[in-house]
């Protein structure tokens, strides 16, 4: 009997199965006396086993915890409120959206390359990421420690059913624009229920979660598609994030932060949903989500290495507020004209980089950016574990047969030394040093440093002067589980540097090849946002995100403080969340009982101005090799508009921030579900040509299913 | 984070929903309470877990009788996961530690010896795979269907047939030995 065959038998005689798989079993029980005895025996053994369970000790809650109970089950369920469009659009005096764009050259001969290269290769890394979900799904839950030995037998039948594209992504983009606003429309009325009229059936699995008509087939199903292990629970670490609160513009007419274009939270929250389970609000940093897709943004102009884009609407979570998005886009570098890179990969070979999507892909990352580079450039690779070395000395890049050897000799072993292995990738890094060239050291590990070197601070302060050096670091944070996201993003700031989180061959592919350029060349270093808010025109406002970008006014024009750095082509995208004057603003404080009155919230400062501008931008940056900074100033006058009628990316972008709001659990979204957000992102999709938007649609789903 | 579950709720009365939620809560007080020790080998943990579950279910309305059970044990499982989690939110793992540290369940042996009324049949559970032994629980303490289970693990459905199948043949085994 095959042992397919023995499944099917257990599965009848537990009286599982289609129809159609039961009519099959019970044909062969007919004629097979064996089979009979062993569906008999099955059953015989699960009553047995049901009867001793039964008789298990159980236990129940406390009484206090029925009585919390009792009180909440008496409180009416919430008030329900969805997107309401209809407001929306009446609110006349609350649109407006801000982009500013810095933009420049393309470095058009390697993007129209990875390009071409990517379109080609998307069919082939689909089966690649696949093969890679497929080495996951059997991890037990809930005890990854333990895994059984069944890995041959349960994966045919599992295979046609997780490696099936998921159509769901495909239908419900295809759902018309139309009936996802005509269902919104529905929704916020709070009586009727919400019809799906007109949706694709792959959105059918949103529905369930709601409670709706929805069969258990449909979300039971979609359970299955994604069956990466459960992350081990214990072994992550995040820095809490306190979200940032609405300001009073009276009071704090200056708001000032740091750029981030890192993109690692948005890459462990896929994690996190694609196993089946909500991240932890604290692995949610939001503007990290908003800045992993690209966007459409126009390139400088001139000889300004930014853009800046200043673009608003009305807020889609608060109506009677406005979003305003500000979006640089940093200059695009020439092939021919881009400096020569002298590139260190300090590769952690510990112990626990062993495993399919640690070591396997950080070898297959560094083939990828060694394609990208050419006879100018330098590779180098070291290695840390239990010691440090280097495995290939400087190489020119265009030597592949050389780095592929070094590479595929790297094997995972022993224990972890970061600090060590940092130390001797800088030395190297500084041996090879090229003046007019792009000098880093690309870290990639599992962030497990925990032998050897563990003064984080210390290491830090190695990491900050090396940078004021010249040498700038990359981190590429590998694998899940042991996942130190806090520690890496530090390392990442403290080298002016940037940090992705790479999960799969098409996040390498992503973060390495499609924006290589924004990656590995730096066109600004300390670059710093100031938004100085017009008290006669907004009362009140809020960063979405950035909470651990924060600087104080004071830094901005001090040119000692670091700040983020802005890749050549890469984007940059905040929203502020603003408070018109008029509308109902956050409550404000009392007046001051020991203070001029000047200092009142409630006062304006000075006599009413009557300039109609919202805002300026002042940004502030240093080109890559030098020590002062230089300013640029863009005003913004906010425009009356509903959200509906903001740009395609404006639209998108703003349904990633709110999703990233809601993971975070902040208040102010708490009446919207994710699939409302799947219906206005999914029409705001464009031509998405890595994939990228379709993909987050998915994860919405997982997000509404999993969502109690 | 869903605050509320739409039309049904919207359509039931009040006194109706308090009525549905007090016969849920006494048909699956007891059988999640069950469930979440054996995930957390922990009475408290597994208390606060299913008393957490509940009011989100009075925040989300009244649901389907088919959706209730899976709605209800997905719930309590996650949040079972994130108590496990804030309980030792900072600890580096090494992999030295990892191999010896216990699954989060309870400890295989200890239960063993301190239910000296438990079964034979019932220690050998005890002693599967974790995730084998939490899908026949549910499978027959539970009474859910192979898509029930999934729905509650993140499993598919063939593959929960196919813990469950193992999971029997090997208690089967062991059974007959003695």
Redesign the interface.
């Known amino acids: 009997m095959k042992p397919s065959d023995?499944?099917q038998l257990?599965?009848y005689a537990?009286g599982?199965g289609t129809p159609a798989e039961r009519a099959a079993v019970a044909a062969r029980l007919r004629t097979d006396p064996a089979a009979q005895a062993a569906v008999d025996?099955?059953r015989a053994?699960?009553a047995?086993?049901?009867t001793?369970?039964?008789g298990?000790?159980?236990?129940?809650?406390?009484d206090d915890?029925?009585r919390?109970?009792?009180e909440?089950?008496?409180?009416?369920?919430?008030?329900?409120v969805r997107f309401p469009w209809r407001r929306l659009t009446g609110f006349a005096a609350v649109a407006a959206v801000v982009t500013l764009v810095f933009g420049g050259t393309l470095w058009h001969a390697a993007k129209q390359l990875l390009d071409d290269r990517f379109a080609k290769s998307r069919e082939a890394s689909i089966a690649c990421e696949m093969v890679e979900v497929d080495e996951q799904?059997?991890d037990?839950?809930?005890?990854p420690?333990?895994r059984?030995d069944?890995v041959d037998?349960?994966t045919p039948?599992?295979l046609d059913?997780?490696m099936a594209p998921p159509p769901q992504v495909e239908d419900f983009c295809a759902a018309p624009a139309a009936s996802a606003v005509a269902e919104l429309n529905v929704?916020s009325d709070?009586?009727?229920?919400?019809v799906m009229k007109g949706l694709a059936p792959g959105a059918m699995a949103n529905r369930?979660?709601?409670?709706?008509a929805a069969?258990?087939?449909s979300?039971?199903?979609r359970?299955?598609l994604y069956?990466e292990s459960?992350p081990?629970?214990?072994?992550?670490?995040y820095a809490p994030i306190q979200g940032n609160t609405f300001k009073q513009v009276a009071n704090e007419p200056l708001s000032t932060f740091s750029i981030d274009v890192d993109t690692a939270s948005y890459a462990n929250i896929r994690r996190f949903l694609r196993?089946?389970?909500?991240p932890?609000p604290d692995a949610v940093r939001v503007e990290e989500m908003v800045n992993y897709f690209p966007y459409d943004y126009a390139p400088p102009k001139g000889q300004t290495p930014f853009a800046v884009h200043v673009e608003s609407a009305a807020c889609p979570w608060a109506p009677d507020h406005a979003l305003v998005r500000i979006a640089l886009k940093g200059k695009s570098l020439d092939a021919e004209r881009r400096p020569p890179c002298n590139l260190v990969f300090l590769i952690d070979v510990s112990?626990?980089m062993d495993e399919p999507n640690k070591l396997p892909l950080v070898k297959k990352s560094i083939q990828l950016l060694a394609r990208q580079l050419d006879a100018r450039d330098r590779v180098t690779l070291a290695v840390y574990a239990g010691a440090a070395g280097l495995v290939l000395p400087p190489t020119p890049a265009s030597d592949l047969a050389t780095i592929d050897a070094a590479v595929e000799n790297l094997r995972a072993g022993g224990?972890t030394a970061g600090g060590a292995g940092i130390r001797l990738a800088y030395d190297a890094a500084r041996q090879s040093f090229l003046p007019d060239g792009n000098n880093r050291v690309v870290l990639c590990t599992d962030g497990?440093f925990?032998v050897g070197i563990v003064d984080s601070e210390e290491l830090a302060g190695f990491i900050a002067d090396r940078a004021k050096q010249g040498i700038f670091l990359t981190v590429l944070g590998f694998g899940m589980g042991?996942y130190k996201d806090d520690r890496l993003e530090t390392l990442s700031n403290k080298g002016n540097g940037n940090y992705a989180y790479v999960d799969s061959f098409s996040e390498a592919r992503k973060v390495l090849a499609e924006q290589a350029a924004g990656t590995l060349f730096a066109i600004a270093k300390d670059v710093k946002l100031q938004i100085e808010f017009n008290p006669a025109q907004v009362s009140s406002y809020r960063l979405v995100g950035y909470e651990n970008r924060l600087l104080a006014k004071e830094d901005f024009n001090d040119d000692k403080k670091d700040a983020g750095e802005l890749g050549a082509g890469h984007a940059v995208t905040a929203f502020y969340e603003v408070v018109p004057v008029g509308a109902e603003s956050a409550p404000g404080v009392d007046p001051l009982k020991y203070q001029p009155a000047a200092k009142e919230p409630t006062a304006p400062r000075e006599r009413a101005n009557d300039n109609p501008e919202w805002l300026t931008v002042k940004l502030r940056y240093k080109l890559p090799q030098a020590d002062r900074s230089e300013k640029i100033e863009v005003p913004f006058v906010g425009a009356a508009r509903p959200f509906a009628d903001a740009s395609t990316d404006f639209r998108f972008a703003a349904g990633v921030a709110t999703a990233g709001l809601?993971?975070r659990?902040d208040p102010s979204v708490?009446?919207l579900?994710?699939d409302d957000v799947a219906a206005w992102a999914a029409a705001a999709v464009g031509a998405d040509p890595g994939g990228h938007r379709r993909e987050f649609l998915g994860l919405l789903r997982d997000a509404a299913v999993?969502?109690? | 984070m869903r605050p509320e579950n739409p039309a049904p709720a919207a359509s039931e009365t009040p006194p109706d929903r308090a009525t549905w939620l007090e016969a849920v809560v006494a048909r699956y007080e007891r059988p999640l309470c069950q469930y979440a020790y054996r995930l957390t080998g922990n009475f408290d943990a597994a208390r606060d877990a299913v008393q957490d579950t509940f009011l989100r279910l009075c925040r989300a309305g009244v649901l389907e009788e088919a959706r209730t059970a899976p709605w209800l044990f997905r719930v309590c499982r996650n949040r079972c996961i994130d108590l496990l989690r804030k309980e030792r939110p900072m600890q580096p793992l090494t992999d030295a530690q990892a191999a010896v540290l216990p699954a989060p369940g309870p400890d295989p042996a200890e239960e063993a010896g301190r239910r000296e009324s438990a079964s034979l049949l019932l220690r050998k559970l005890a002693e599967l795979p974790a995730h084998q032994a939490e899908v026949i629980r549910l499978k027959f303490q539970h009474q859910m269907s192979y898509r029930e289970i999934a729905a509650v693990t993140a499993l598919s459905e063939s593959n929960v047939g196919y813990l469950i199948h193992v999971g029997i043949q090997t208690l089967r085994q062991q059974a007959a030995q003695f």
């Not at chain 1, 037990?140 to 005890?143: N, W």
């Not at chain 1, 709070?190 to 919400?194: E, F, W």
């Open positions: 023995e499944v257990t599965a537990l599982e025996e099955i053994f699960a047995q086993l049901a001793e369970l039964q298990e000790p159980d236990i129940g809650l406390t915890q029925r919390r109970i009792r909440a089950s008496a409180r009416p369920a919430g008030r329900l799904q059997l037990e839950l809930l005890a420690a333990e059984p069944m037998v349960v039948p599992d059913w997780d929704a709070a009586i009727s229920p919400i369930a979660s709601r409670g709706r069969s258990l087939g979300y039971g199903g359970w299955g069956s459960m081990p629970a214990n072994a992550e670490s196993a089946g389970q909500m932890p112990g626990s224990s497990d925990n042991n809601m993971l659990g708490m009446d579900g994710f999993l969502s109690p």
